[in-house]
C-alpha cells in the first residue's frame, strides 16, 4: 500500500466516511471535500494523520492540506475508494423537501459498477463513442450558440460574394457575427482537450495545451517543420480533432507514470513540464505527420472518384465525407476546390460533400421521433437541428448520432443518396467555398439552385428512412427525464441511457 493510499484510508474513516461527502477534489496543495454533514469530522485526529500538514474549515467545505504532488494522489485514492472517476462532480438535490442521504457515495459506487460491468461487455466502437460523447456533450450549449450565430454569418457571406446584397451595408454585421462565432470554432481543439483530459484523468489545462501544439502557432512560414513521412511541411490542424483526442490520451498516461516515479515535492515543476515535452513532440512528429499522409493519399482517391463520375461517384463521396470531417482531413480537400473554380469557375465537389451533413439532419429528425421519451437525447436533438441545417455538422456527429453508433452509419448513407442525386443530375457546383447546408444555396453557380435542393431533400429524405428503419438503438428509446437545464445536461446518466 503506498503513503497516499493509506492517507486516503486515514482521512475517509476520520470524515465520516465516504459517504458523508458529496464531492472530492484537489488543488495544488490540498485536498478539497464537499461534506453533507460537517459535525461528522474528527478534525483533531485528521491533524495527526501523517502527512497532513493541516486542516482547514469552511462551512461544508473541509480542506486538507498534504502538499504538492500529494493532493492529487489522495484525492484520486479517495475517488477510487468512491468508485468514481477523479474531478467529476456529484450532482447534488438542490430541492428542500428531497434532500436527504439517500444518493450516497456508495449508492454512485454501486450504479458506477454496474455500469463498469456493462462497458466490459461493450465492443470497441461502443467504448470509443462513448468517450467522444462524454468529451463532446457538455460543448453543446456553445455549438448550439455559436453555431446558429456562424450559420447566420455564413449566409450573410454568401448572399455578399453572390452579389445579392452590398458588402458596404453588411460588411461589418458580417465580421461581428464571425467574431463571436470563431470565439469557439477558431479554438475548438482547445476545448475539446480540456474536456478529453478531464474523460481521461489528465490536468485539464495540460489537455487544452497539448490540443494547442496542433495550430502550430509558433512555426515560421519561412521554415516550417516537415513531414517526416513525406518531407513536406506540415500544416496546421493535420490531424483535426480525433489527433487531440488522442494526444490528450497520450498526455494523461503520461502523466501517471511520472507522478508514479517523481516525489511529491518536484511534482509540480517535472510532471507537467516533461509530460507536455514528451506528448508534444509526438504530436508534431508522429501524430500529425501521419495525419498528412493520409491526407496526400486522400487527393489521388477523391480524383479517382471524380473521375467515375454520375450518380456513383456522388454516392461514394457523399457516403464518406463524414468520417474525413471526423479525422480533420477534409481540409486537404480546399486545393481541390481552389483548382475546380480557378479552371471553371465553379466547384462541383462542394455541392456533393454538403449532402453528408444533410443525411445527418434526416437521421436526427428520425431519432428525435423515435426517441420521444428519451427527454435528454431529443433536448439535444432539439439544440443541434437548426445548426446542422445551416451546414455546421459537429454538434449532431459528436453530440448525437456517432455516440449512437448505427445512426451515424445510416446518416453517411443518407448523405451518400443525397451526393447520388447531385451527381445523377451533373453540373451542380458552387462558385466559392462556403458552409454547407441551406447556407450554400446563394453560391450555387448558373442558377442551378433547385437540382442542389433536390440534393439537400433527398439526403434529409434517405437519413431520415435508413435511421427510422434500421438505425435507431433500443436503449435510445428509453424514457428518460432531464435533470437540470437544458445547458446542464447529466452527461453521466446521458451515456448510461445511450
Known amino acids: 500500500m503506498s503513503?497516499?493510499?493509506?492517507m486516503a484510508k486515514q482521512i475517509a474513516s476520520k470524515i465520516g466516511g465516504l459517504e458523508n461527502t458529496s464531492k472530492i477534489y484537489n488543488c495544488m496543495t490540498r485536498v478539497r471535500i464537499d461534506l453533507l454533514d460537517p459535525s461528522e469530522v474528527?478534525?483533531?485526529?485528521?491533524?495527526?494523520?501523517?502527512?497532513?500538514?493541516?486542516?482547514?474549515?469552511?462551512?461544508?467545505n473541509l480542506q486538507v492540506i498534504v502538499g504538492p504532488g500529494a493532493s492529487t494522489k489522495v484525492a484520486t485514492e479517495l475517488n477510487d475508494m468512491a468508485g468514481i472517476q477523479h474531478t467529476e462532480h456529484i450532482d447534488e438535490n438542490l430541492d428542500p423537501e428531497l434532500t436527504n442521504n439517500q444518493t450516497t457515495v456508495r449508492q454512485r459506487a454501486a450504479n458506477n459498477k454496474a455500469a463498469l460491468k456493462q462497458k466490459q461487455s461493450d465492443n470497441q466502437f461502443k467504448r470509443f463513442t462513448r468517450i467522444i460523447a462524454s468529451i463532446f456533450v457538455p460543448l453543446i450549449p456553445a455549438f448550439v450558440g455559436a453555431g446558429i450565430i456562424g450559420g447566420i454569418a455564413s449566409i450573410i457571406g454568401n448572399l455578399i460574394t453572390s452579389g445579392h446584397i452590398s458588402e458596404?451595408?453588411?460588411?461589418?454585421?458580417l465580421t461581428v457575427l464571425n467574431i463571436l462565432k470563431n470565439g469557439l470554432f477558431a479554438y475548438l481543439n482547445i476545448y475539446v482537450g480540456i474536456n478529453a483530459a478531464k474523460v481521461f484523468g489528465a490536468t485539464e489545462g495540460l489537455g487544452g495545451v497539448v490540443a494547442g501544439v496542433i495550430y502550430l502557432t509558433g512555426m515560421s512560414a519561412e521554415a516550417p517543420l516537415m513531414n517526416i513521412f513525406s518531407g513536406q511541411p506540415l500544416s496546421p490542424g493535420q490531424g483535426g480533432m480525433i489527433g487531440v483526442i488522442l494526444a490528450v490520451y497520450l498526455l494523461s498516461i503520461m502523466e501517471?507514470?511520472?507522478?508514479?516515479v517523481i516525489p511529491n515535492s518536484l511534482d509540480i515543476i517535472f510532471t507537467p513540464t516533461l509530460a507536455l515535452l514528451v506528448t508534444g513532440l509526438i504530436t508534431i512528429f508522429l501524430?500529425?505527420?501521419?495525419?498528412?499522409?493520409?491526407?496526400?493519399?486522400?487527393?489521388?482517391?477523391?480524383?479517382?472518384?471524380?473521375?467515375?463520375?454520375?450518380?456513383l461517384a456522388g454516392f461514394i463521396l457523399g457516403a464518406t465525407f463524414l468520417p474525413l470531417v471526423m479525422f480533420g482531413l477534409h481540409q486537404v480537400l480546399t486545393p481541390v476546390h481552389v483548382e475546380?473554380?480557378?479552371?471553371?469557375?465553379?466547384?462541383?465537389?462542394?455541392p456533393v460533400l454538403a449532402m453528408a451533413g444533410a443525411g445527418q439532419v434526416g437521421a436526427?429528425?428520425?431519432?428525435w421521433l423515435k426517441a420521444r421519451k428519451n427527454k435528454q437525447l431529443s433536448s439535444m436533438i432539439k439544440g443541434a437541428l437548426p445548426v446542422g441545417i445551416l451546414g455546421i455538422g459537429e454538434p449532431l456527429i459528436y453530440a448525437v448520432t456517432l455516440p449512437l453508433g448505427r445512426p451515424f452509419i445510416t446518416a453517411c448513407l443518407g448523405g451518400g443518396i443525397g451526393g447520388a442525386v447531385i451527381g445523377g443530375i451533373g453540373n451542380i457546383g458552387a462558385t466559392a467555398i462556403g458552409p454547407s447546408g441551406v447556407a450554400l444555396i446563394?453560391?450555387?453557380?448558373?442558377?442551378?439552385?433547385?437540382?442542389?435542393?433536390?440534393?439537400?431533400?433527398?439526403?434529409y429524405a434517405g437519413g431520415f428512412v435508413l435511421t427510422y428503419l434500421f438505425g435507431v438503438p433500443h436503449e435510445a428509446t428509453l424514457p428518460t427525464e432531464i435533470h437540470g437545464s437544458s445547458s446542464n445536461l447529466d452527461v453521466n446518466e446521458m451515456l448510461n441511457n445511450l
Open 364 to 367: 436526427a429528425i428520425a431519432l
Open 442 to 459: 446563394p453560391l450555387i453557380a448558373d442558377g442551378r439552385w433547385f437540382g442542389y435542393v433536390l440534393g439537400l431533400l433527398a439526403a
Open 287 to 311: 501524430i500529425m505527420p501521419f495525419a498528412g499522409v493520409v491526407s496526400s493519399s486522400l487527393v489521388g482517391s477523391v480524383n479517382w472518384v471524380l473521375e467515375v463520375g454520375g450518380a
Open 3 to 6: 503513503k497516499e493510499q493509506d
Open 256 to 260: 501517471k507514470q511520472l507522478r508514479k
Open 42 to 60: 474528527e478534525v483533531e485526529a485528521l491533524k495527526q494523520i501523517e502527512g497532513v500538514m493541516g486542516v482547514v474549515e469552511d462551512g461544508n
Open 340 to 350: 475546380m473554380i480557378n479552371s471553371s469557375g465553379a466547384t462541383y465537389l462542394l
Open 168 to 173: 458596404a451595408n453588411w460588411g461589418q454585421i
